[in-house]
Structure formats: C-alpha cells, structure tokens
C-alpha cells in the first residue's frame, strides 16, 4: 500500500516561456530529495500530454513544457492543482554501488593540500571518505555529475579559488560539504583527492549515467597497480 506525501512548502517560478520550477527550502535533506523524485514520477504520468522534461535539483524540481499545447498561464494553474494535492508515494528502492577509488598521490593533486586543511593525516582522509555512505542527491554540472551528500563535516573543505582547467574523468572531488565524481574530463574547481576507473557516463548505455538520484554510492579504496588494471578494462 502507497502513503500519501506530506505537503512541503514550495513556490513556483517561471522560467522563460516553457518552463517552470518548483522551488522548496534550502537545505541539503534526504527526505527532500524522496520528495522531489516522488514528485517527479507523479507528475511525469498527470502532465504525460504536455510536459517534454523533468529537472530534479537538491532543493528544485523544474518542468519543462511544450508552449504550443498550452500556455503558461495554463500550465502553470495545471502545476498548481496538482501540487495541492495529497501525491501517493510510490516504493523507491535506491541501489547500494561501490566505486572502487584510487587515492595514490599521483592521482589525488589535492590530497595532501586538504588533509593539511582539515588537519588530518593521508590515512586518516581516506578513512574518513571510505566509512561513509553517500546518497546521490541530483546529477548535473555534467552529463552524469553525481552529486552526493553525506560527507563528514571533518572532511569540509572550500573549493579551490582558482579552478583547474582540466580535471581528468573519474576524479573525485571535495567541494564544501559535498562530495561528487567528475563523469567526463572538465574545467573544475574541487579538490581532486583521488580517481575512479570506472567510467560513469556513455551515453551509448540504455541507461547512460552509473548512478540515479536516491541511490547510495560507497568508494572502496584500491592500489595504483589496480587502478591500472581496471581502467585496461574499461577501455
């Protein structure tokens, strides 16, 4: 049997003239993410006639829309009634994946830096990362950017004040309180404290991205010779 959601306070802002987000608190909560993702699936079957796309963020859920089925004046009041009433929650079981990770010093730039920051050693940073169980909040910034929450406050670190202007695919990065995994080679400006052989996004795949929103990713800390071995696969 399904429950019905409780109501959480949000407002609605149009974005240009197909568009719409439903903006919530801001905060980084598990529950809220539950939410916008039950959201999404309810109101991906309502407005099957007239929505193209679904953009789920940490605290926003923006709906994207065809401007000549219907206004957005319309679709908006549409929005609106929907959201008045109780949504029936839907079972939503996130899978447990494990990322192997690489924190060699060759491929973790900024391992030392942090650590230094935090004022803890190499191990005990790794530790801390490893220990931990991350939920996937939202993806976005890059094809399969997975956004996680989670991360001990012992490991919060600024991201860096002058971005790097290449960071390899698979790094894996600290940024604040969060923690995440750069799914294609790109400009950044987080700490890189170690690297991934897995590949988290071809688009080739039915399902291209490793991860989705609601599920829990745990890195498993592995050797150099590893790493090597396993990115010889991938490739």
């Known amino acids: 049997m399904t429950n019905l959601t409780t109501h959480i306070p949000h407002q609605l802002i149009t974005n240009g003239d197909a568009a719409i987000t439903i903006e919530y608190q801001a905060v980084i909560d598990e529950k809220l993410t539950e939410h916008i993702i039950q959201t999404t699936h309810y109101l991906t079957k309502q407005l099957k006639n ?4 679904f953009i789920p963020g ?8 065809s401007p000549l089925k219907i206004s957005i004046e319309r679709f908006e009041q549409v929005l609106k009634e929907l959201l008045e009433k109780p ?10 994946i494990q990322i192997p990770a690489c924190y060699d010093h060759e491929l973790a730039p900024d391992l030392l830096p942090l650590a230094n920051y935090c004022q803890l050693s190499i191990k005990e940073v790794i530790h801390l990362h490893t220990q931990t169980t991350y939920l996937v909040h939202m993806l976005g910034f890059l094809p399969g950017f997975l956004y996680l929450g989670g991360l001990t406050d012992k490991l919060h670190c ?10 390899p695919a698979g790094a894996i990065g600290i940024g604040g309180q969060q923690t995440g995994i750069y799914p294609v080679a790109s400009p950044g400006g987080w700490n890189i404290i170690g690297q991934t052989p897995v590949n988290l996004f071809n688009p080739l795949n039915t399902e291209p991205f490793i991860a989705a929103p609601l ?10 010779k590893e790493f090597i071995a396993l990115k010889k696969k991938q490739s």
């Open 215 to 224: 599920d829990k990713i745990q890195f498993v800390p592995i050797s150099k």
């Open 158 to 167: 600024p991201r860096k004040s002058t971005p790097a202007t290449r960071i």
């Open 87 to 96: 949504i029936q929650q839907q079972p939503i079981h996130g899978r447990l």
């Open 58 to 65: 940490y605290q926003t859920l923006t709906v994207v829309f």
């Open 50 to 53: 007239y929505a193209t796309e």
